[in-house]
């Protein structure tokens, strides 16, 4: 099938998708976007988050016709070229990478939380927002350090 | 000298500078081993056995062979090689010969155009099999002669006994027992297995892959493949996450095995059910202690047997068997000591190397025990810890002395000094914030049945490769002008797996050639090997290395200076104070020399080294005695947890750990090490399990393998100290392994401490808590 929806701002139309393809395999292997990352394949790890129409999912849970004429936002798609979002800044900058992983889906998903939040989140609601984001590697504790950084350096609704 | 080159150069040793790939990770532009692509690829699938142990009668590939889009379907057969590899023993089957010894083995591999083509075409295979009941007693395999055998050679992998005096003969004013178990802990990387094979012009084969051991792997693969290794070339792939689970060959062979048949290239990306099967876990234990004291506390003796399951087939088995028995005594002077620690063979799903291993399994057992020591005493945990605790001088109970710092009890006074954390979060609207509580969000107590603890924990990690093993590690280093500017590439085979090691190296290369500029090339095996990202000794082998291949650059390039001196008609005589600072020669005495763009013109430096720690010896087969270990290291934790008591649901309100690693060279790396380290081991104490029953597990997913979630960890509190090892590269001491060790004991002693119950398993489980459980855990399944 021919699956046809805007991604990162582009249009994107993507031919022989078989339909039992989902919305991760299409961005990974059919767009040249291997951003987005495949962990668990079950929505259990969040390592795929992207925004579909505004709202952030588990690509591997989505079909990919499920994205027909709708809107991705990709890890990808966060910078404003070479400017990196305070978001990622931020992660670098606090330990919160390691493997990097669990990176891409982290920063989509607090990426929506600052988008809905003004100021700094409260520690537990940083917890709350990223409770569906599994990492292995920091013990969460920079990730939440990096979140609060790019807080209080203004990233949040704009 | 060395204050003044560092003060010289930022980015250096005892900084934290950015990591070189931390921008790409970040925007999703950082290349893992699953997102290789190549035109004309295809993808690869794996046929595994449903069996824990049968006997193969007949494989049939014709209808997979039929399915369009396929392009080959191997077995066995088709290995040009050996047809078994393995780090130890070479005892696995690159695919299953004549029988299968675990759920999960491998049969026989496809490559197909699409990966779905290629999983649908292994359901196409038709395999008979003969199935028969497994061996999964662990205890029954190691001591019951006429338990079947595993393999022919039978099922004792290792059996290392340790005696110290006359364990059988002492007797003590207060003995305390104890039977411990270790659940099957998955390593839970995040990126699964997957690489790339290419088939190359040469007949050989280039292999992208995501590992923690290029040369390990190069070896085994070329034996399979019946290729000199100069033609199976090796570059490490990104790496998501590794900690133990990368040592072992998953889809190396599989991958290069279908390239080559096929001319194209091959891509393998295990899913994650398959990553379950796919590499090898933490070995499961059942520990039986019996620590014989006086009234006051102080040991007497320690009887210990230790039982490693290891699986169907020996990985790693040999070196866990090795930590356990060596370190089961624990970090405690101990002037009786008789252990034994076996490692077997069973048809459960292969163990090998995990953070930590066969110290992990022995610290919570010895831990538990301190505990139990403690009560029956009648003193505070940490005090028992202290009056028995090993310091600088001591001997571990193989008769090797510490002969370095080993500052045990500071550490346990200054971790019970930590002040208490807050009795509990409250809202804004004074009441307990849900998150806070045990069972958070899914509202099951707002505070009632709610008892806290407070646990503590202290472990002892050997770092690098102990035992005789011929460790080392190799780099190669070069300085030469880039624009006119001096520019440093550091090239090794060192895995980097997330710990930071690319940033390491960088930092080491900038302090001891006071070059800012400074580029870590991509590991691959063009470059002698830097042995594995394991055995938290990559800091201390593949750091010592990168030091060691800029020394002699240095050398050559204070050579060149004093050329440099004699041709300007400055005279011969090369100060002998010289040092490389800001891209200068400079002299203490004498001052600027000359600039490296002035010395070096179109000349590159370099140099290649090989890094060895000192050496080790065997452990003597009967006794255990012998100086087995390079270096010891030590984190204590104190844990502090609140229960629900009548629902045994447990929610840790806050980690903390104090370590000593001799030297800080990257503190926000070192203080991830700590802190994902303690997650782990908080893991294993309360969650992770790979449920086996029969020989088959009964949980490969995120779903039903649970690891710890950002609400499941605690905020923590870390202290790092530095006492020098006057026999590591700068002091350091190994840092990966050592968190994940005592996070684990102190996590259970909290919660012992808040309901009273004896706790001698980990995972813990809510019908433990609460008092329910039956007589043998086990039989929960």
């Given at each position: 099938m021919r699956v046809t929806f805007t991604v990162n701002g582009e249009e994107r139309v993507v031919d022989d998708?078989?339909?039992?393809?989902s919305l991760l395999y299409v961005l990974r292997?059919?767009?040249?976007?291997?951003?987005?990352?495949?962990?668990?394949?079950?929505?259990?790890?969040?390592?795929?988050?992207v925004y579909l129409d505004g709202t952030p999912v588990c690509a591997c849970l989505?079909?990919?016709?499920?994205?027909?004429?709708g809107t991705v936002r990709t890890v990808?798609?966060?910078?404003?070229g070479h400017r990196l979002d305070p978001l990622q800044e931020a992660f670098v900058e606090c330990g919160a990478?390691?493997?990097?992983?669990?990176t891409p889906g982290l920063i989509v998903a607090a990426h929506d939380l600052l988008a809905r939040t003004d100021g700094v989140p409260a520690d537990t609601e940083i917890r709350e927002a990223l409770a569906g984001n599994l990492c292995?590697?920091?013990?969460?504790e920079q990730i939440i350090e990096a979140v609060r950084l790019a807080a209080g350096r203004g990233a949040g609704p704009s | 000298m060395t204050t003044r080159l560092e003060s010289g150069?930022?980015?250096?040793?005892?900084d934290s500078p950015v990591r070189p790939d931390g921008n790409l990770k970040v925007t999703g532009e950082f290349a893992y081993s699953s997102d290789l692509w190549m035109d004309g690829m295809l993808w690869g699938a794996t046929l595994r056995s449903p069996h824990p142990r049968a006997r193969i009668t007949s494989v049939d590939l014709t209808e997979a062979v039929k399915l369009?889009?396929?392009h080959a379907v191997l077995t066995h057969?088709?290995?040009?090689?050996?047809?078994c590899y393995g780090l130890?023993?070479?005892?696995?089957?690159v695919l299953a010969i004549?029988?299968?010894?675990?759920?999960?083995?491998?049969i026989a591999i496809v490559a197909a155009d699409h990966p779905e083509t290629a999983r649908r075409a292994c359901e196409r295979i038709v395999v008979g099999y003969e199935v028969e009941e497994p061996v999964t007693d662990a205890r029954r395999a190691a001591l019951d002669p006429a338990c079947p055998k595993v393999h022919e050679s039978g099922n004792i992998v290792r059996h290392q006994p340790v005696r110290v005096g006359d364990a059988s003969a002492a007797t003590a004013d207060v003995v305390v027992t104890g039977e411990y178990e270790v659940g099957m802990q998955d390593q839970?990387?995040?990126?699964p297995e997957s690489g790339l094979a290419v088939p190359a012009e040469d007949g050989g084969v280039d292999l992208f892959v995501a590992t923690q051991w290029l040369h390990v792997d190069q070896e085994q693969i070329a034996a399979c493949l019946g290729l000199?290794?100069?033609?199976v070339r090796l570059t490490l792939a990104g790496?998501?996450?590794a900690f133990g689970a990368r040592e072992d060959l998953s889809m190396q062979i599989h991958a290069c095995l279908l390239a080559l048949r096929t001319g194209r290239p091959v891509k393998f990306v295990y899913g994650r059910e398959e990553s379950f099967f796919g590499h090898v876990h933490r070995h499961p234990a059942v520990l039986r202690y019996e620590h014989g004291a006086t009234s006051?506390?102080?040991?007497v003796y320690v009887r210990a047997e230790i039982i490693l399951d290891g699986g169907?087939?020996?990985?790693s088995t040999p070196a866990v068997v090795g930590n356990a028995a060596s370190l089961?005594?624990?970090p405690y002077n101990v002037p009786n000591v008789a252990i034994d620690a076996y490692g077997v063979y069973t048809n459960n799903p292969p163990c090998g190397a995990m953070r930590g291993f066969g110290a992990v399994q022995a610290c919570f057992a010895y831990e538990s025990q301190m505990d139990r020591l403690a009560e029956a005493c009648g003193l505070d945990p940490v005090e028992v810890r202290i009056r028995n605790a090993l310091s600088e001088g001591s001997t571990i109970a193989t008769g090797?002395?510490?002969?370095?710092?080993?500052?045990l009890t500071d550490l346990l006074e200054r971790v019970r000094a930590f002040p208490p954390p807050a009795a509990r979060i409250t809202g804004e609207d004074g009441r307990p914030d849900l998150?806070?509580?045990?069972?958070g969000v899914a509202?099951?107590?707002?505070?009632?049945g709610v008892v806290r603890g407070v646990g503590y924990g202290i472990g002892i990690k050997n770092i690098c490769?102990?035992?005789?093993?011929?460790d080392h590690s190799t780099a190669r280093v070069r300085l030469e002008l880039v624009g006119g500017e001096p520019a440093v590439l550091v090239h090794t085979a060192?895995?980097?797996?997330?710990?930071g090691l690319v940033t390491l190296q960088a930092q080491i290369a900038r302090t001891e050639l006071g070059v800012d500029r400074v580029t870590v090339a991509p590991a691959d095996t063009a470059v002698g090997s830097a042995g594995?990202?394991?055995?938290?000794?990559q800091s201390y082998m593949t750091g010592g290395a990168v030091r060691a291949a800029c020394a002699a650059v240095r050398a050559r390039v204070f050579a060149l200076a004093g050329r440099h001196l004699a041709a300007e008609g400055r005279g011969g005589r090369v100060p002998a104070d010289l040092a490389l600072a800001d891209g200068k020669v400079v002299?203490?005495?004498?001052?600027?020399?000359?600039t490296l763009a002035e010395i070096l013109h179109a000349e590159a430096v370099e140099e290649t080294r090989e890094f060895r720690h000192r050496p080790t010896r065997p452990m003597d087969?009967?006794?255990?005695?012998?100086?087995?270990?390079?270096q010891f290291a030590f984190c204590v934790h104190r844990a502090v947890v609140d229960v629900d008591v009548e629902l045994g649901l447990v929610k840790v309100v806050e980690l903390a750990a104090v370590q000593d690693v001799?030297?800080?060279?990257?503190p926000v790396a070192l203080r991830g090490q700590i802190l994902g380290g303690s997650a782990q081991g908080l893991g294993l104490a309360l969650m992770e399990e790979i449920q086996v029953r029969d020989g088959v597990i009964r949980n490969p997913s995120f779903t039903d393998y649970l690891i710890p979630t950002i609400l499941d960890m605690p905020p923590m509190r870390t202290q790092v100290l530095e006492h020098p090892d006057p026999h590591a590269p700068y002091g350091l001491r190994g840092a990966g392994e050592p968190p994940t060790l005592s996070s684990t004991p102190a996590v259970i002693a909290a919660v012992r401490a808040a309901?009273?119950?004896?706790?001698?398993?980990?995972?813990?489980?809510p019908e433990h808590i609460t008092g329910h459980a039956m007589d043998k855990p086990s039989d929960l399944g």
């Open positions: 998708v078989w339909e039992g393809e292997e059919r767009c040249g976007l291997p951003g987005s990352k495949n962990a668990c394949e079950q929505g259990e790890c969040g390592s795929c988050t989505v079909a990919a016709g499920q994205a027909e004429g990808e798609g966060l910078a404003e990478v390691q493997c990097g992983f669990c292995r590697c920091t013990g969460y | 150069v930022r980015g250096g040793i005892g369009p889009g396929v057969e088709d290995v040009p090689g050996a047809r130890d023993h070479r005892d696995q089957p004549d029988r299968v010894r675990y759920q999960g083995e491998a839970a990387f995040l990126g000199p290794a100069e033609r790496v998501g996450g006051d506390g102080r040991l169907a087939y020996a990985s089961g005594a624990g090797q002395v510490v002969d370095m710092p080993a500052p998150l806070g509580l045990p069972g509202n099951t107590t707002h505070g009632e490769y102990s035992e005789g093993f011929d060192a895995a980097e797996v997330g710990q594995s990202s394991s055995a938290s000794r002299s203490e005495s004498e001052g600027v020399i000359a087969p009967l006794t255990g005695q012998g100086d087995s270990h390079t001799g030297r800080i060279l990257n309901t009273g119950r004896s706790l001698t398993r980990v995972p813990v489980r």
